[in-house]
């Protein structure tokens, strides 16, 4: 039997969680910067707009943001996965948590989300 076992699956299943969610924000940036190319493709074979070329642009940063934020997300939920290993290991009583992440992650995804919600706004107008 694995010592901590609960504890240990407990972190794995956190982790899980993480990169799942990464993965469907990397899916999600994916379908906007694919989905507004084939709005401009469109719009151009229907006569063409001036106006998609500044949405387009923006829909290839929010597209590629999305990506970068979910790579970074993997990369930080792997560095606390391992971290919570070693720590459900040892036997020394230790802090839990980082503030400074969690609010970090929050002021992310705030400003992701004033992007779209700007994105959305001048795509409908």
């Known amino acids: 039997m ?28 994916f379908v906007i910067e694919r989905f507004d190319i084939f709005i401009s493709y469109i719009s151009k074979m229907l006569g063409g707009d001036a106006h998609l070329t500044k949405s387009s642009y923006a829909a290839n940063i929010i597209g590629i943001g999305l990506v970068i934020i979910a790579a970074l997300i993997i990369i930080v939920s792997t560095i606390r996965f391992l971290l919570y290993k070693k720590a459900i290991d040892s036997d020394k009583t230790l ?26 706004w001048d795509h409908i107008h």
């Open 2 to 29: 694995i010592k901590r076992f609960l504890d240990h699956t407990a972190n794995e299943r956190t982790y899980l969680s993480w990169v799942s969610t990464s993965i469907a924000l990397m899916a999600f940036g």
């Open 95 to 120: 802090p839990y948590g980082s503030v400074r992440a969690i609010i970090a992650l929050a002021i992310i995804l705030i400003v992701l989300g004033a992007f779209l919600s700007y994105y959305l």
